[in-house]
């Protein structure tokens, strides 16, 4: 499986971003997905997953009501929609599938990662 993030970008407080998540791969099929993040200095944090069908979600508390994840699997595609960005949302954002989201906000419990794509909120 291989991981392809992009959206990222320079905006400022209160602005809005979307990120994408592309998944390839021979054998792909619909997984569980999350969306990380990390700060420089920091360690990488949960942000949110979303199940193989879309029909669960979960979010960090500091994300909720401003992030939606979504997915569209005819594109095999995930995407996380920022809204109301803080100068702490500063953060390379990272993609990755999920062996299981009984432990979803556990970096552990997820095995392929994208590259990552840097976001910038200016204040």
């Known amino acids: 499986v291989q991981l392809q993030a992009s959206g990222g970008g320079k905006v400022q407080a209160g602005g809005s971003l979307r990120l994408s998540c592309a998944a390839s791969g021979r054998t792909f099929s619909p997984h569980d997905m999350g969306w990380f993040r990390q700060a420089p200095g920091k360690e990488r944090e949960f942000v949110a997953a979303i199940s193989w069908s879309g029909g669960s979600t979960y979010y960090a508390d500091s994300v909720k009501g401003r992030f939606t994840i979504s997915r569209d699997n005819a594109k095999n595609t995930v995407y996380l929609q920022m809204n109301s960005l803080k100068f702490e949302d500063t953060a390379v954002y990272y993609c990755?599938?999920?062996?299981?989201?009984?432990?979803?906000?556990?970096?552990?419990?997820?095995?392929?990662w994208g590259q990552g794509t840097l976001v910038t909120v200016s204040s």
């Open positions: 990755a599938v999920a062996t299981s989201l009984a432990y979803y906000s556990d970096y552990g419990k997820y095995n392929y």
